[in-house]
């Protein structure tokens, strides 16, 4: 495999790196959100944030091209410029209207949302349903031109501050449990929505219980057709699974593994001199590797307008296993000071290389076991690896569900 990027990107790079140079950071010392802001649009305008997104819904609407993708994204870590809002407004709405949307639905929200200027949660789990996601039961009636909503959502993150919510909704009753289900938009700042936070263990509030009592959305604010929402939902789901499966992420905390294990002392040397330490961060390492070119195999093939198959289905079990994998070889070479207080950042807090690093990896290994349940769990998505990549038969009880 050649992993250079040839002369052509590398002068694609020096464009991207003047850029930057000229632009970020800000030479003021105006409000910083403000400034993030204004750069983002700059470097969409350049073409280099929000590639795939047409311009007339505020983005670059450039050709694809991976590997310019991939020059891009180094360019602007290693410059440590912003690139577009990480939140489930741009990771998995804007791509599911962008795909399923009616027209004034993109023009609507997908400039809005890219942008910062409003901000979505999604409403797909409830109590008692668990890894069974079709069972849900909150209900939707269709009453004068607008559907009127009663139930409840849980595990919702960022609930408390969004503007709105895609939600999945029971509006077919007497229908089959998959094919009753439609994808509403929901305003959440409207009588009849009741946000309760959870405390989790990592100490921070992200997610939270929704209650619904009589809350109201327009009639035409339901993606795909009345009854597809789980349809509808799968285009979501991929989008998140393919987020949170990114190699980039795995790399990063493995690499601040590395440091941890070099500053770190067990009985006196550096915790990478331990022998066992040592094993463990090799046969990490080779994890990592196996994922990152796994990665620039699926690039490959993107290049090549070819499928990546079954191994991109199993991004997102691979890059959950390797956190917590990592998250707990951390935890042996802090020793007692694993027990330090979580401080409820996890991978985010590693990633930006500030405050207590202890804190830091209590929570990381705190995180990682409920990234693995995060867009459906690492047990769902190994029945999505066995029936979709490999063509086995479906899950038993799935069918008898039907």
């Known amino acids: 495999m050649d992993?250079?990027?040839?002369?052509?990107?590398?002068?694609f790079r020096k464009e991207v790196q003047a850029f930057l140079a000229d632009n970020w950071p800000?030479?003021?010392d105006g409000n910083r959100d403000?400034?993030?802001?204004a750069f983002r649009r700059k470097a969409t305008e350049a073409g280099y944030l929000n590639r795939h997104i047409p311009k007339q819904y505020g983005g670059a609407e450039q050709p694809p091209d991976s590997m310019k993708g991939a020059v891009i994204s180094e360019e602007f870590?290693?410059?440590?410029?912003?690139?577009?809002?990480?939140?489930?407004?741009?990771?998995?709405?804007?791509?599911?209207?962008?795909?399923?949307?009616?027209?004034?639905?993109?023009?609507?929200?997908?400039?809005?949302?890219?942008?910062g200027d409003v901000t979505w949660c999604q409403g797909y789990s409830e109590p008692g349903s668990g890894s069974d996601l079709a069972s849900l039961k909150t209900k939707g009636e269709l009453v004068d031109g607008e559907w009127v909503i009663n139930g409840q959502k849980i595990w919702t993150s960022s609930a408390m501050e969004a503007d709105f919510m895609f939600c999945l909704v029971r509006t077919e009753p007497d229908a089959a449990k998959h094919a009753g289900i439609s994808y509403l938009l929901i305003d959440m700042k409207q009588p009849g929505i009741d946000v309760r936070p959870?405390?989790?263990?990592?100490?921070?509030?992200?997610?939270?219980?929704v209650f619904f009592n009589d809350v109201k959305t327009p009639e035409d604010w339901i993606v795909g057709n009345r009854g597809e929402g789980w349809l509808v939902s799968r285009t979501t789901l991929k989008h998140e699974r393919n987020g949170i499966g990114a190699a980039?992420?795995?790399?990063?905390?493995?690499?601040?593994?590395?440091?941890?294990?070099?500053?770190?002392?067990i009985d006196g040397k550096p915790a990478i001199e331990d022998a066992s330490i040592r094993r463990g961060l090799a046969e990490l390492e080779g994890y990592v590797k196996s994922h990152q070119y796994s990665g620039f195999l699926q690039m490959t093939k993107d290049l090549k307008g070819e499928s990546a198959g079954v191994i991109q289905l199993m991004n997102k079990v691979n890059s959950t296993n390797m956190g917590n994998m990592v998250a707990k070889l951390a935890m042996e070479i802090l020793g007692d000071d694993g027990v330090a207080a979580p401080d409820g950042r996890g991978i985010v807090g590693l990633a930006s290389g500030a405050g207590d690093v202890d804190g830091l990896w209590t929570s990381q290994y705190m995180s990682s076991l409920g990234v693995a349940i995060a867009g459906g769990t690492a047990n769902i998505q190994k029945n999505v690896i066995a029936e979709r990549g490999f063509g086995l038969p479906?899950?038993?009880?799935?069918?008898?569900?039907k």
């Open 3 to 11: 992993l250079s990027y040839g002369e052509e990107l590398e002068s």
């Open 26 to 28: 800000p030479k003021d």
């Open 34 to 37: 403000d400034q993030t802001r």
């Open 77 to 115: 870590t290693k410059a440590r410029a912003p690139m577009e809002p990480r939140g489930i407004g741009t990771m998995m709405l804007v791509p599911t209207l962008l795909e399923r949307g009616e027209d004034w639905m993109k023009e609507k929200w997908v400039q809005a949302t890219i942008e």
């Open 198 to 209: 959870l405390k989790q263990m990592t100490g921070s509030s992200e997610f939270n219980e």
């Open 248 to 265: 980039g992420q795995v790399v990063n905390l493995f690499n601040g593994l590395v440091k941890l294990a070099k500053e770190k002392k």
């Open 394 to 401: 479906r899950d038993a009880a799935a069918q008898r569900s």
